[in-house]
């Protein structure tokens, strides 16, 4: 469990599938399409499979009334093939309900997310994607300390136009360094 001033980010619970579905019932960004639920029910079946995965992913709940209005999560990889290479690289994702956006809860979770990474998880790189269209993630990247890194051109499709074909997106990279988020250099 991580506690900052406003949130606990916590592991979910099965009580949570209400809050998760209304977020995940109209995904306003596309990367999130194929997390669309249609039911409170088919969130109580996402989150039975989310139990053991505690460390890396959370919910995002308010201190206030116990609310989860969000999740962030990430998993690690590694930066070489090699085998038995460190699992130091974590590319993270963070969804909030529309209803809580613009009020500083994402900026407030991410950062202690990213704190939780780097000193407790041993990060040693953080890198995020981002589309070219969304512009409060692109925002929340720079206010973390994250670099842009590059722009990936017609990178990927998560939705199909009306006549099926794919609708590719261009994507933003960011990063930072564990030592640039502890202020080492």
Known sequence: ???TQ???L???KREDAADLYEYLKEPSVHC???MKLDSVEQAAEILRERENNNQYCFAIVLKENGRVIGEVEAYPEAATREEGAAQDTFSPCWMLNKDY???GYAFEAVSAFFDYLFTRLGARRVYAYTEDYNIHSQRLCEKLGMRR???FREFVSFVN???GTPIYENTIQYAILRREWLKED
């Open 6 to 8: 406003r949130l606990i």
């Open 161 to 163: 136009a009306p006549d």
């Open 149 to 151: 890194e590059g722009e």
């Open 1 to 3: 469990m991580i506690e």
């Open 32 to 34: 999130f399409a194929s």
């Open 101 to 103: 956006q613009g009020k």
């Open 10 to 12: 916590r592991p979910f």
